[in-house]
């Protein structure tokens, strides 16, 4: 990391050199603590039953959640599981949908079988072509065993596919986008 002091009139301010690019220090520091919080929340700290007692549900209901594929969390070499705040979130997200919306778990699956998962990670057509979360809508691409493309060699878990869309407005915002998109070329 490079510094430069720049004086002005009235003040001295100093510049990062962040990837290439000058960056104001505050700036620099606000980005810091914004990659700092997003990787605690990311990091794996509640043991099932904390997860569990945390969202007011059972420890069998977590892992029913896990079996039908709506969460990846964090094993353990010794098969622990273990919670970050984003699967809290996650979590939460499914609730709401089941017990405010009335959405069914396997709903829940079709809507999350629609993120363009093959857009995001930027597959290939020969990729698309042989990927099965390509070729269906019942399941979201983490519950699939990739083999012959991109995600063979990804953890679903770490993927942004399922990181970023761990909460209810991250995925209205993506369907929404996508709506206007296709609204868009079929003007054109």
Same mark, same amino acid.
């Given at each position: 990391?490079?510094?430069? *002091?720049? %004086? =002005?009139? $009235?003040?001295? #301010? ?6 290439? +690019? ?71 997200? *499914?609730? %709401? =949908?089941? $017990?405010?919306? #009335? ?6 699956? +079709? ?78």
């Amino acid at each position: 990391m490079k510094f430069t *002091i720049q %004086k =002005t009139l $009235n003040s001295t #301010k100093i510049k990062h050199f962040f990837f290439g +690019k000058k960056v104001d220090i505050y700036k620099y520091q606000v980005l810091r603590l914004k990659m700092f919080r997003d990787n605690l929340e990311q990091q794996p700290k509640y043991p099932i039953r904390k997860a569990a007692e945390l969202l007011k549900i059972s420890v069998h209901t977590l892992r029913m959640y896990e079996k039908e594929g709506l969460i990846i969390p964090f094993k353990k070499k010794s098969g622990q599981r273990l919670y970050s705040e984003i699967d809290i979130d996650r979590i939460n997200c *499914i609730r %709401k =949908t089941i $017990n405010e919306e #009335k959405v069914s778990i396997e709903g829940i699956k +079709k809507t999350l079988s629609m993120i363009p998962c093959w857009s995001i990670i930027n597959c290939s057509e020969s990729e698309r072509n042989n990927c099965s979360a390509f070729k269906t809508s019942t399941d979201p691409c983490w519950n699939f065993k990739h083999k012959n493309n991109t995600c063979a060699s990804r953890s679903c878990r770490d993927c942004i596919v399922y990181k970023e869309f761990s909460n209810c407005q991250t995925i209205k915002n993506k369907i929404i986008e996508l709506t206007i998109e296709k609204n868009i070329e079929e003007i054109k």
